[in-house]
């Protein structure tokens, strides 16, 4: 079943709608569906992911802001991703029933019931709660025709370097947008850097993401996933975008 909210921004591919086929390069549908059958058969996984985002500023200049994500991920139920930028440091944990957000800067949590696996966790806590999870569009089982339906045309541009690691560059345009990214040339074929366009937008401001730090099939503790609040934490309540 196709997926119609990606979630790179989330989301970015679902402020768009596109009516006709992409068109397609064959070498590029194949290296996506590479990427995506490794991801489908890992049981587990962690990644570092740096964020850059512009946004606008006094006067409109265009400043860009990090941030950087730490994610551990058992497959189908259990998440941890920590995260640190502009807005302080939070912890997220999923262990199959439950999400818990924690703000370390505030020492406050909160606990929302969650669905009992990760890919529809990080939908209703984005379509509910505006949560976000930046590139988990990558994790998506129907990543390629997701992207195929919300494109315009999809090609391969050739080989370039990311960290150290040779990948192979791809690009997918859209009537509001521009979307390259880079898959590992290796075994594994993961992905590795991410820039997102927002052409229907003043200044057509960027969002990035470069990954690094991958761990294939690593054991993590359950413990790991359960949160335990720390000495003095407030619990809060997490408002729905519904009551707002």
């Not at 709608?17 to 490794?38: E, G, T, Y």
């Not at 390259?180 to 075994?187: E, H, K, L």
Request: glycine share 6%; with cysteine; charged share 20%.
């Amino acid at each position: 079943m196709k997926k119609q909210i990606l979630l790179l921004g989330l989301s970015l591919i679902s402020l768009v709608s596109v009516a006709q086929p992409a068109k397609c390069d064959s070498v590029a549908v194949l290296l996506m569906d590479r990427m995506s059958d490794f991801i489908g058969e890992l049981q587990s996984c962690s990644y570092k992911l740096n964020v850059g985002e512009d946004f606008s500023g006094e006067d409109n200049f265009m400043l860009k802001k990090f941030s950087e994500d730490l994610v551990y991920m058992v497959g189908p139920d259990k998440m941890l991703v920590s995260k640190k930028g502009s807005k302080g440091q939070q912890s997220y944990l999923y262990n199959g029933t439950q999400l818990a957000y924690y703000s370390h800067d505030e020492n406050n949590f909160g606990i929302i019931d969650a669905p009992d696996n990760i890919i529809e966790t990080i939908e209703k806590v984005n379509s509910d709660y505006d949560i976000e999870f930046p590139a988990a569009d990558f994790f998506y089982p129907a990543f390629t025709d997701d992207l195929i339906e919300n494109s315009s045309q999809i090609k391969y541009i050739g080989k370039s370097m990311v960290n150290d690691t040779e990948c192979f560059q791809l690009l997918a345009i859209g009537t509001d947008f521009d979307f390259q990214f880079w898959i590992s040339n290796d075994a594994f074929n993961l992905p590795m850097k991410f820039v997102y366009v927002y052409k229907n937008k003043k200044g057509s401001p960027q969002y990035e993401g470069t990954f690094s730090e991958w761990k294939i099939n690593p054991v993590f503790p359950d413990s790991m996933f359960n949160f335990l609040p720390p000495p003095q934490a407030i619990q809060i309540r997490i408002a729905s975008k519904s009551l707002n």
